[in-house]
């Protein structure tokens, strides 16, 4: 009897430890009244701190979670700690997943931030010099963005096959011989007076007290295909919390108060 009762309890233990072994928040539909979202300091926060007080008054609590960078969020929604993530482009979602191997999806898309070329000295493009040293992420899409930008303002040519996966190997042609160093996206602007200019994403140059629209030497234009999204687990996908955030998101007041708020440095995709 002793034997049997010993043998149950280790079976139970085990049948528990196993249940609780996953992912903490995955496996399962999320609720319909609560969700914890992971945005990146700055526009993102602000829109979402917005969408919170707008999902309140349809009975859904929202917990804002601030990153500062970019890669814990992708990392905490695949391992449950988050249930969606708003702060991202696609292209930078499928090359974050591949590398990774994530299964993470978008569900929709937000809004566009216009990456802009900034110097602490130079009032215009045609003011950086030969040799100088100019800015640009390392992470690979937002390099490959930074360096599109700068073919945009003249200042490279790429080769013509290069696209949305430049790297600074696909420069063809660099006529002032300018040297391209390659931070860590947020460190950009701290590092701004280090450089000629810098390639700096929005959400991180608002942070620091720029106006992209009015501060910039050079900017993409509103309509750049770098939109961001929301994502989630794969398998959350078609939950009617996530479809009750988008609605909510790609509302007429949250697109008001981007265009308020903002004042085109930030554009809203819908």
């Not at 399962?28 to 701190?49: C, F, N, R, Y």
């Not at 899409?141 to 996966?165: M, P, W």
């Not at 011989?177 to 280090?194: G, V």
């Not at 999204?229 to 959350?236: F, G, K």
Request: overall charge negative.
């Amino acid at each position: 009897m002793k034997k049997f009762l010993t043998f149950a309890i280790i079976s139970l233990l085990f049948i528990l430890t196993a249940c609780g072994s996953g992912k903490e928040g995955a496996g399962s539909e999320l609720p319909e009244d609560k969700l914890t979202i992971g945005v990146t300091a700055g526009p993102h926060e602000q829109i979402m701190e917005k969408v919170k007080e707008l999902a309140a008054e349809e009975g859904l609590t929202i917990d804002i979670q601030v990153f500062t960078e970019y890669v814990m969020p992708n990392v905490a929604l695949d391992e449950g700690e988050l249930d969606v993530n708003s702060f991202q482009h696609k292209p930078y979602l499928d090359n974050f997943k591949e590398e990774r191997n994530l299964d993470l999806i978008e569900v929709a898309t937000t809004v566009n931030f216009p990456m802009g070329l900034y110097s602490s000295n130079a009032a215009d493009v045609t003011d950086i010099k030969e040799g100088d040293k100019i800015g640009l992420p390392n992470d690979p899409t937002n390099g490959a963005r930074a360096l599109i930008l700068f073919e945009s303002a003249g200042l490279i040519t790429l080769k013509d096959d290069a696209g949305v996966a430049a790297t600074v190997l696909d420069i063809e042609d660099n006529p002032l011989n300018l040297e391209f160093i390659e931070l860590e996206a947020s460190q950009l602007p701290r590092q701004l007076d280090e450089l000629a200019a810098a390639a700096i994403n929005t959400n991180f140059a608002i942070e620091h007290g720029f106006v992209p629209t009015e501060d910039s030497i050079f900017i993409e234009p509103a309509d750049s295909p770098w939109v961001n999204v929301i994502a989630v687990r794969t398998e959350n996908k078609d939950d009617k919390v996530v479809q009750t955030l988008i609605d909510i998101y790609q509302s007429d007041e949250v697109k008001q108060f981007i265009e308020e708020t903002f004042k085109g440095s930030v554009v809203a995709s819908w």
